[in-house]
């Protein structure tokens, strides 16, 4: 099965592959979504890029995510709902958010908008930053997370997003205005939706704890990880921490710390010739046999058919 997505983003009209939904992740989280004069980009993941899971993960800027087809799981905070063909969520600045098919084996198809608020706004002295933006940001305005097609609400943001979406991706000359413009529509539209809230103290420090748990995954997934070992680093007792992480990432951690070793298991058998039995090694697992048990439950092939079968891809250049 073939695990190439592409992208679509505003700083080139190329597409852009990489080999695997979790390179995608962190690409999201470790670059800048745009520049610092236009800090805004568009994504596209299609139905034939066999695309299965967002895993979860955070980033500093907003996200507007719409649903192109199917039905997905979605993760957002400490909430869990559903999202059909049409829906829009909005993804708040540093939350956690993870998106599953609802039907095992369906792929994924959707648009996002991945946009910093200062893109809305000036960093200071702005009536927008100070009434709206960052009380959202603080937790102190509570915006819809679930855009349902069909309602009044989402024909205002959907219209947005649509402007926004095409400029970006085409580019004409003069694109900026009707993209800020759209964008501040978008935005505007979900504030005067909003509910005044506050973020209890004890959920943002379990989304806090988890944030902490993923970067220790992150950053030891060569070396064996345990579930004692993350919850230390969550500052949680092991059954509570395992019932947390379940909530924030719709992954058990065994099932989490597989997924990041197999991304980085997919890097190594596309840009190098290392053996199969280097790479699994390599990327913590310390059995030959599990890693391709897990390899194949997750591709659909062995690693050594997957590697065939990327021989066999010829990627534009």
């Not at 800027?61 to 905070?77: A, Y």
């Not at 959202?136 to 402007?163: K, M, W």
């Not at 505007?188 to 005044?196: K, R």
């Not at 997924?259 to 190594?268: C, I, W």
Request: charged share 20%; proline share 3%; hydrophobic share 45%.
């Amino acid at each position: 099965m073939s695990a190439f997505i592409t992208i679509l983003t505003t700083e080139s009209k190329k597409e852009v592959r990489f080999t695997d939904k979790n390179q995608f992740d962190r690409m999201r989280e470790a670059r800048r979504h745009g520049d610092a004069l236009m800090p805004v980009m568009n994504y596209c993941i299609r139905r034939e890029d066999r695309f299965h899971a967002l895993d979860c993960h955070w980033h500093s800027e907003m996200e507007l995510f719409r649903v192109m087809q199917g039905t997905l799981t979605v993760q957002c905070g400490t909430d869990l709902f559903e999202a059909h063909a049409g829906d829009i969520v909005f993804f708040n600045s540093g939350e956690l958010h993870a998106a599953v098919p609802v039907e095992a084996g369906e792929e994924l198809y959707f648009e996002a908008i991945v946009f910093s608020p200062d893109l809305l706004c000036s960093t200071a002295n702005d009536i927008i930053r100070v009434k709206y933006i960052q009380p959202v940001l603080d937790g102190e305005l509570t915006v819809p997370r679930l855009i349902r097609a069909g309602t009044n609400l989402h024909e205002s943001v959907s219209a947005a997003f649509q402007t926004a979406y095409t400029m970006l991706e085409n580019r004409p000359p003069f694109f900026e205005f009707p993209v800020k413009a759209a964008m501040l529509s978008a935005f505007g539209a979900l504030v005067q939706n909003g509910v005044s809230a506050r973020i209890s103290a004890s959920k943002r420090a379990a989304a806090d704890s988890i944030k902490a748990a993923i970067a220790f995954i992150q950053e030891n997934y060569r070396s064996a990880v345990s579930v004692q070992q993350l919850a230390h680093a969550a500052g949680m007792s092991e059954g509570h921490f395992c019932r947390v992480f379940k909530q924030y990432t719709l992954k058990t951690p065994v099932q989490f710390i597989n997924g990041v070793r197999l991304s980085h298991a997919l890097e190594l058998l596309t840009a190098t010739n290392l053996r199969v039995l280097d790479i699994a090694m390599d990327c913590g697992f310390n059995s030959m046999s599990y890693f391709i048990e897990v390899f194949r439950t997750e591709y659909d092939a062995t690693p050594l058919q997957y590697r065939k079968k990327l021989e066999e891809i010829k990627v534009p250049k």
